[in-house]
């Protein structure tokens, strides 16, 4: 083969390589370089629990009405943060404060375009299958454990949402949010 001729294939060669480290190096530049993009909301439920909701939510009013409390009034925004949250759990089939990519619960308030002075959160598991027993079960829970009645009792708080999700096994899954 003619010397011009295995020159111009070794260059040719060359910007090959070249072009495919340029390409390579741009794929991996984008990646790099590229700020993570934020995980999309889940879609929300239809609103099937919302009398059992608003239950719960005036069972912990009368537990504070009890204790000489004021009131807590219900917050949409609120419960757009609760709702996600329940409905994540539900899904996923667990009960924690941290939701499954690592989002805290003032996390998930900020997420809502909530601002506040301090937060708390309860939740709450039922395997049964009786929706109507859910929020004493509940409430008789949260009351029953030194944290979260602590969270219920407390004279700071004045807004709250109470969020329940039902998991495919029947089980449900709820969050009570608690803002100032």
Known sequence: MPTATRLRRKRLQAWSIIAAVLVVGAGFAVRFSSP???AAAPALAPDQFGTTEARLLDLVNDARRQAGLDLLASSDQLMTAARIHSEEMAAHRYLAHEGD????PADRLSAAGLDYQEIAENLFSYGGPDLVALPS???TTWLASPEPRDNLLSPQFH???V???RAIDGSFFVTLDLMR
């Open 137 to 139: 079960q509940a409430l």
């Open 36 to 38: 993570a993009k934020p």
């Open 163 to 165: 969020a329940i999700a």
């Open 101 to 104: 990519a690592g989002d805290a």
């Open 159 to 161: 807004l709250a949402a």
